[in-house]
């Protein structure tokens, strides 16, 4: 998916930190601190919240006080049909498409009168990775 509007070349190096690690998740902090991000901290944010508007990357709330993060999508509406897993250790964030998950869906509707957003829906724990260290 290509960007719509003006494009420069510090807004396509941008996108390509998200395209490069797709699994992972970036605070816009963490962006600005990035040597190959030649952009001031407003230009960040904006850009952030442009790409966000063109389902270029989602915007998922951080645990904690991390805040806002940011994570590549190349289709975001496909995302919004799943619940996702996020790694406490490394950050990354996995997209998980399992029929259990529908069954625990329908569970908490049927038996507790809630309907869950799924799409906005994280579950946090470690990665195999991650718990092996």
């Avoid at 915007?59 to 496909?78: F, H, M, V």
């Amino acid at each position: 998916m290509e960007t719509r509007g003006y494009n420069t070349k510090q807004r396509m190096s941008l996108l390509n930190i998200f395209k490069e690690c797709p699994q992972k998740c970036f605070s816009a902090k963490e962006l600005i601190r990035m040597p190959e991000v030649n952009l001031g901290e407003a230009t960040v944010y904006r850009t952030l919240s442009k790409f966000e508007k063109e389902g270029l990357i989602k915007k998922y709330i951080g645990s904690n006080s991390e805040g806002a993060l940011y994570q590549y999508s190349e289709n975001q509406e496909e995302c919004n049909h799943h619940f996702h897993l996020k790694c406490t250790g490394c950050g990354t964030l996995i997209h998980m498409d399992c029929h259990l998950m529908d069954s625990f869906k329908d569970h908490i509707k049927d038996e507790h009168k809630f309907f869950l957003d799924i799409g906005k829906t994280t579950l946090y724990g470690l990665c195999d990775n991650c718990n092996g260290k």
